[in-house]
């Protein structure tokens, strides 16, 4: 019985992690850069290391568990409007959308908590009924916004469960722009705060035709 038990809630455990995902890499200019290395590495165990965040009112929905503290994770160089692209341990499993956030620190991105406020610059929501599901997204740095040191942010929601809590796979990297513009982006919105459980874009039952007029949850996408 008890080895019977065991077996249950090992299998339980590798079917959770298989359908789990975690953005572990940044490239830039044709580099791909090791795993954590510009990257804040999550304090999960490393059996949840890409487990994902559910809890609408956790400081964990900035940069993931443990990601309000740089912990030794250096800073990126780029300019305004490079590209970049963040890679994933695996392709993105659960459908939902995938977006990109901005937010300025104050002096470093390595003493910087997130606190501030966020602005979004991409999103990736369905076409049609189709999602985006990618083992790498890539976009550019915004080319209008002021030099300085940013926390880059990267988002993907799974809606694939309704009735169930939506799940956050989030992940944060550090990067110092430069030169950048003089506009200040908005809308911008804190995290949390951000995400309300009365979101369209986060209740919608995508088996249901909630695909159709999707809106991706959070602020409208700033641009240049």
């Not at 290395?37 to 940069?63: A, E, F, H, I």
Request: with cysteine; proline share 7%.
């Amino acid at each position: 019985m008890k080895v019977s038990a065991l077996l249950a809630a090992t299998a339980l455990v590798a079917e959770s992690v298989s359908g789990h995902y975690i953005f572990q890499q940044i490239g830039v200019g044709g580099t791909k850069h090791a795993l954590w290395k510009y990257v804040r590495k999550n304090s999960n165990p490393s059996w949840l290391q890409n487990g994902p965040v559910t809890d609408l009112s956790s400081k964990d929905l900035r940069c993931n568990v443990g990601g309000l503290a740089s912990n030794g994770t250096e800073t990126l160089t780029v300019k305004a409007g490079d590209s970049f692209t963040f890679y994933l341990d695996t392709a993105v499993y659960h459908v939902g959308p995938t977006s990109l956030y901005m937010s300025k620190a104050p002096g470093l991105a390595a003493d910087y908590d997130g606190s501030g406020q966020w602005f979004k610059f991409n999103d990736w929501g369905p076409s049609g009924t189709n999602w985006n599901l990618a083992n790498a997204y890539t976009s550019n740095i915004p080319k209008c916004i002021p030099d300085g040191e940013y926390l880059l942010r990267i988002q993907q929601l799974g809606i694939h469960n309704p009735g169930a809590a939506p799940q956050f796979y989030i992940s944060c990297a550090q990067v110092k722009v430069t030169g950048g513009g003089s506009t200040t982006p908005s809308p911008t919105a804190s995290i949390p705060g951000a995400f309300k459980a009365s979101d369209p874009g986060f209740t919608a039952n995508v088996y249901a035709g909630g695909a159709s007029n999707y809106v991706v949850p959070g602020p409208k996408v700033f641009k240049c």
